[in-house]
């Protein structure tokens, strides 16, 4: 266990022994979940922080009509939990649920405390905290400042250079893009819709070509 921990970044330069000794007192623990479990309910407390070793999982929030969006993803050496860890509102915003299977190392608040006198670790963590906040910014950038369509054709025009062709092909489904940009299905497939309409793409199901 202790290796696994070594193998992740966060823990690569922390003394084995704080390590040994709060696996030993049960302050870190390894745990595998089955794909389409629920790891933390919405709203559910917050007692430590999670270091994701294998699988994927991803951070969703439910409207009260039962529609769900997706907010974040978490892989192989992401965090779950710093952000809520100390703060006065400790409870999940979101259901942490798993899309793949996934091991996790639960690391409780008394761990991380201890870890977080290893220099180190410190630095993963702030880092950690930081790419959280970035990522949460430019999501609410993007759901603020433009519109469905200005989004759309951004995510486009991205997907066109890094493919290197006017025709692209999603590498997701049109659900899963909907989720991406938060907002329902059939809004997004309107405004796709429009922009065929428009003149501005064509649609062969996942394969979309932009035109000038």
């Given amino acids: 266990m202790v290796e696994d921990l070594k ?13 040994e000794s709060l696996i030993l007192s049960n302050q870190i623990i390894k745990r595998s979940y089955n794909k389409g ?9 917050c007692y430590g922080m999670d270091i994701v070793l294998s699988g ?19 892989c192989e050496g992401s965090i779950i939990g710093a952000n ?52 949460m910014n430019k999501k609410i950038a993007m759901y603020t400042q433009k519109s469905l369509r200005e989004n759309l054709m951004d ?19 049109k659900k899963q893009l909907a989720d991406h940009f938060g907002v329902q299905r059939p809004s997004l497939f309107r405004e796709l819709k429009r922009m065929k309409d428009e003149g501005l793409i064509e649609i062969d199901n996942r394969n979309i070509t932009i035109h000038d």
Avoid at 56 to 63: H, K, T, V
Avoid at 155 to 172: E, G, N
Wanted: with cysteine.
């Fill in 7 to 19: 193998n992740l970044p966060h823990f690569k330069d922390v003394d084995q022994k704080v390590l």
């Fill in 37 to 45: 479990i629920t790891v933390h309910e919405q709203y559910s407390e």
């Fill in 56 to 74: 994927n999982l991803i951070a969703y929030s439910l409207a009260s009509n039962g529609s769900e969006t997706i907010v974040s993803k978490f």
């Fill in 84 to 135: 809520l860890l100390f703060g006065e509102q400790n409870r999940y915003p979101m259901n942490i649920y798993c899309t793949a299977g996934c091991t996790l190392f639960h690391i409780s608040k008394i761990a991380v405390s201890k870890l977080l006198k290893e220099y180190s670790f410190v630095m993963s963590f702030v880092k950690s905290l930081s790419l959280n906040s970035q990522g």
């Fill in 155 to 173: 995510y486009l025009v991205a997907l066109s250079a890094v493919q290197k062709s006017k025709t692209i092909i999603l590498p997701i489904s």
